[in-house]
């Protein structure tokens, strides 16, 4: 998935070295308009190797994306599913188009996953501009403001509709005292999850009852309960290069805060799915992402835990489905744990 290089022999020259010139990896926040549509990234064909890579950076022991046969037994159709998360992850890098010049992800709202991915399909992914709102000037920070994009990913293979949602990214700006009068409304986060509203996005068809040899039985509604296996986050770089993420602050520890190459968010949230399979070993798939808040900053070596409330769940399409909410802390040596992820989100199983 890397761009490829040629490499060419060096030649003495007389003439006084110049300084190089940098590609622009643009845009800025002054860059841009509501409305506007960027030029979309290379479509992603997304296979057994690119799900290898994934699974060895996130180990999720999602069992329908683990295992071929039960993926097939489930969903009553030939061929190996693409963890959902994997499908996003390579949705958000591809919406990186717009975030290069990015500080932070704050969050995703609205993310539903509309069809299931099967090993071998193409991904492509637009980006639209739906707000922008330019933040306050102070002195010890350079000039930025937020985008909200709005990202829509298709199957190249049948042009279905795989996933919609949006996320907001704070961006620098390319001239430091531009004024661009942006002050756009980006709109509320409803956190409350009404599962009637997800009954319909079930997948057609498929059966939980592979799974409910390891339901889980006795976790009440309301209750949190918090994973004994910590994780530590490792292989930040190679996921971010898997997922054709173009953003140079989760590459380059220059740009980071003191130093420090910060993580993909997205990454926090794959870790994140793990432990919640790990919790309800019965989850059949993830059918979207009610809200999901970025609290702090993670960084490569910082171990994370991870805290499961069971919102709500309710019987549909022969099975259950389920509100989770996940919150992640990172912490750093023996510093003290910082929170960094509120993440609530619709699951479906036995």
């Known amino acids: 998935m890397a761009a490829s290089c040629c490499q060419s022999v060096a030649v003495p020259d007389p003439t006084p070295a110049l300084a190089p010139e940098h590609h622009d990896l643009g845009p800025y926040f002054d860059d841009l308009a509501v409305g506007q549509t960027l030029d979309p990234a290379p479509a992603v064909t997304i296979g057994p190797g690119e799900a290898a890579i994934y699974q060895a950076i996130c180990g999720d022991p999602l069992a329908t994306t683990a295992s071929r046969p039960l993926a097939e037994a489930v969903t009553g159709q030939p061929g190996s599913l693409v963890n959902p998360a994997l499908v996003l992850h390579v949705s958000i890098g ?103 509203a997800w009954v319909d996005r079930v ?19 309301g209750t949190q ?10 292989n930040a770089v190679a996921l971010a ?45 993830v059918l979207g992402w009610q809200t999901c808040d970025h609290l702090a900053p993670v960084f490569e070596k910082d171990v994370l835990s991870f805290h499961h409330t069971l919102l709500d769940e309710r019987s549909a399409a022969g099975g259950r489905l389920r509100a989770i909410r996940v919150e992640a ?12 992820l509120d993440w609530r989100l619709v699951t479906w199983g036995a």
């Open 94 to 196: 591809q919406s990186t188009v717009a975030t290069r010049q990015v500080f932070a992800n704050l969050f995703y709202r609205g993310v539903v996953l509309h069809q299931p991915v099967r090993h071998g399909e193409t991904l492509r992914t637009t980006v639209e501009i739906r707000g922008l709102l330019e933040l306050s000037r102070r002195d010890d920070r350079p000039a930025r403001g937020l985008a909200l994009l709005g990202i829509h990913t298709i199957r190249v293979d049948d042009n279905a509709t795989v996933a919609d949602y949006e996320r907001c990214a704070m961006l620098r700006f390319r001239d430091p005292d531009a004024v661009t009068d942006h002050h756009d409304d980006l709109g509320e986060i409803e956190a409350e999850i009404d599962l009637a």
């Open 203 to 221: 997948p057609v068809g498929w059966d939980a009852s592979p799974l409910a040899g390891v339901s889980v039985s006795d976790w009440n509604v």
């Open 329 to 340: 802390d990172a912490q750093e040596g023996e510093d003290p744990p910082r929170p960094v």
């Open 241 to 285: 290069r898997l997922t054709l993420n173009q953003a140079p602050v989760h590459r380059d520890p220059a740009l980071g805060p003191d130093g420090r190459r910060l993580v993909y968010g997205g990454h926090t949230i794959g870790l994140a799915q793990a432990s919640l399979t790990r919790m309800f070993p019965d989850t059949a798939t």
């Open 225 to 234: 309960r918090t994973d004994g296996l910590r994780d530590t986050v490792t």
